[in-house]
């Protein structure tokens, strides 16, 4: 489990921070059509946009996919569906989406892993010596985060467990891959720490689901990929192939990767402080990979884990048939996520296959019927799983948050402190965004 040490400043702070002048005065000259425009209907800006529209403001979310929820989807192109992105409601005692889904009445239990777990090395059942081997690895690094001292400095993980050796370092920190999504000399020590720990639930009926449900009633226009946003007037305009749209201020909620792509430009570009801290901000690339599996089981109990460890920087963890529906559910994540993305699906197809078959056998191979593979990585709208912040750049979170121009907030999973990384999290800060943008008067 993530170790989520320290507390995301909350939306008061945020919101005494974000001293934004009162834009009313400028609605008639530049044709103000809405408050405020917000961009990317993932779980931010739904929530954003929730908290204007209590507050009394009208706002208007521009989506540039065909549905809602961003990074949580609830895949069904092959049927059974499957959580494709966002999958547990972490931390459950202080996360938003509890209560959410209790206010919409769905179901979130505790997670169930069901049919036990098994670690394989290159196909073959790895040794009991070598599992403990790996147990006492994986153990590192919450035992260090104990003892170093990182008032000085921070460190990358990979530093932190330095001194191990090469293969119990690698061993100790692959365990991040799919946790993170990223490679271990490119995660701060510091921004690991702070993550907040805490119960997980699931939503046995999809998480992206509930996140799309959340977004009944809003004003949501899909298929509007924004290409610029003009700031150097006394409000915003927002273009999209549609047209452009006025507003006095903008909430931007889209992912990190798609900023650092400069997918959407800035006129005037950002402020030198605003890009220092995207460039201090990585995205990772946890991915999931879907098999059709139809026919024989292999005597396999639904809900067990299988994982291919024999490998570090490659490994992979298959969910067999989870909650017994016919699929098997790949995980990976950091460079070896990013190659099969580049790779695509037939291939990746390939080589799941192969690693399924040197674990169960050659008739499996005749079982897969079919593949999705969302592949976060390489979508040109999320351009990664989630963000990390890279080794000595912990406060870039908290200084992507700053007001830009009085007007421009940015806000998500990666400006959540502690929070970060989860759908919780950008939720929090969704919200804070709005209850400071609120104070603005139409």
């Known amino acids: 489990m993530l170790d989520r040490r320290t507390m995301l400043t909350g939306s008061v702070a945020m919101s005494a921070s974000l001293a934004l002048p009162m834009l009313g005065a400028h609605a008639a000259d530049t044709d103000v059509q809405t408050d405020v425009v917000i961009i990317g209907a993932g779980a931010a800006g739904l929530a954003a946009a929730h908290g204007l529209k209590a507050a009394g403001r009208k706002a208007i979310v521009l989506e540039a996919r065909d549905r809602v929820g961003g990074r949580a989807f609830t895949d069904t192109s092959l049927g059974p569906a499957y959580d494709a992105g966002a999958m547990f409601i972490h931390w459950a005692e202080r996360n938003p989406w509890v209560q959410i889904a209790r206010d919409l009445g769905v179901a979130t239990p505790d997670e169930s892993w069901g049919g036990g777990f098994q670690v394989f090395s290159d196909g073959k059942p790895m040794a009991d010596a070598d599992r403990q081997k790996r147990r006492g690895a994986f153990g590192q690094i919450d035992r260090r985060l104990e003892t170093v001292d990182l008032a000085k400095r921070d460190l990358s993980v990979k530093d932190l467990l330095g001194d191990l050796g090469p293969d119990l370092s690698q061993i100790a920190s692959s365990g991040l891959l799919l946790s993170i999504g990223e490679e271990s000399d490119r995660i701060s020590t510091r921004d690991y720490q702070r993550l907040w720990a805490g119960d997980d639930l699931v939503v046995p009926s999809g998480y992206g689901n509930l996140v799309a449900r959340y977004g009944a009633g809003l004003d949501i226009r899909l298929n509007q990929p924004v290409g610029e946003i003009r700031w150097d007037g006394p409000g915003v305009v927002v273009t999209t192939p549609s047209g452009s749209l006025r507003a006095n201020a903008c909430i931007v909620t889209v992912p990190v990767g798609v900023l650092k792509a400069g997918a959407i430009r800035f006129t005037p570009e950002l402020p030198m402080r605003t890009r220092d801290a995207l460039d201090g ?81 050659s008739d499996i191979a005749k079982a897969i019927t079919g593949i999705s593979f969302p592949a976060w990585w390489t979508d040109p709208f999320s351009r990664g799983s989630y963000s990390v912040c890279l080794p000595g750049r912990e406060a870039a979170r908290e200084q992507l948050a700053e007001p830009i121009g009085g007007r421009i907030v940015i806000a998500g999973e990666a400006t959540a402190g502690g929070g970060a990384m989860t759908v919780g999290g950008a939720t929090l800060a969704g919200r804070a965004a709005a209850a400071a943008l609120a104070r603005i008067k139409a």
């Open 281 to 361: 901000i990585g995205m990772g690339a946890l991915t999931k990979i879907a098999l059709k599996v139809e026919g024989d089981r292999f005597g396999i109990t639904p809900g067990t884990s299988f994982l291919e460890a024999g490998s570090p920087h490659r490994m992979m963890n298959f969910d067999l048939f989870p909650e017994d529906k016919d699929l098997i559910v790949a995980y990976c994540g950091g460079d070896h996520a990013r190659e099969l993305s580049a790779a695509g699906p037939d291939a990746t197809r390939d080589h799941l296959t192969t690693l399924l078959t040197s674990m169960i056998g």
